[in-house]
């Protein structure tokens, strides 16, 4: 994935600024999906404008842009939404961690584990709260989809929180009847 395909995802869903987009990076996108600064968002909207993927369709106060979507970056976006799953470069630190744990001492290891199922368990709680906000209020716009990113990210720290305990386990065998 890259910056541009996020972007052009959020002017597909509605017409924004700049600023705006990067306002979006700030809340659960950023959280959850794809981290950009306003430092990457700018340049990035120019050159998607220059290979006409995007155009300025309202220019406002303090040379404020309005971006929209053109038809060639709704047929960029599709092409790699319809994409097959699993083309992109893996860059996950988290998984990277996993892979080195074994690097540590057991006792440490279950420390870092038990680190990661207080995480999630703090993602499960945060995104359940959320999750119940927006069956409360209906969304529109860019938040409409929200949920079922809402739901992914719910499931996906339930499956880490209940592997990270299969985990601990699995040290905790290894180390012998008196670890703990």
């Known amino acids: 994935m890259s910056l541009s395909h996020a972007l052009l995802g959020l002017l597909a869903i509605e017409p924004a600024s700049g600023y705006e987009l990067s ?8 959280r959850y999906a794809w981290q950009a600064g306003h430092t990457s968002v700018y340049p990035e909207l120019i050159r998607m404008a220059e290979q006409g993927l995007v155009e300025v369709t309202h220019e406002g106060a303090r040379r404020s842009r309005t971006y929209a979507v053109t038809d060639k970056g709704r047929e960029e976006l599709r092409e790699w939404l319809l994409a097959p799953w699993g083309q992109g470069v893996v860059r996950n630190e988290q998984v990277l961690r996993l892979f080195l744990l074994e690097a540590l001492e057991p006792d440490e290891t279950v420390t870092a584990l038990r680190g990661l199922v207080e995480h999630a368990e703090g993602r499960i709680s945060e ?14 716009g860019r938040d409409t989809l929200g949920q079922l990113a809402a739901e992914y990210g719910l499931r996906q720290y339930q499956a880490t929180h209940d592997w990270a305990l299969w985990a601990i386990e699995h040290v905790n065998k290894r180390q012998g009847p008196d670890s703990a």
């Open 127 to 140: 995104l359940r709260r959320l999750r119940e906000e927006q069956d409360a209020e209906p969304r529109q």
């Open 23 to 30: 306002k979006e990076f700030e809340r659960d996108l950023g």
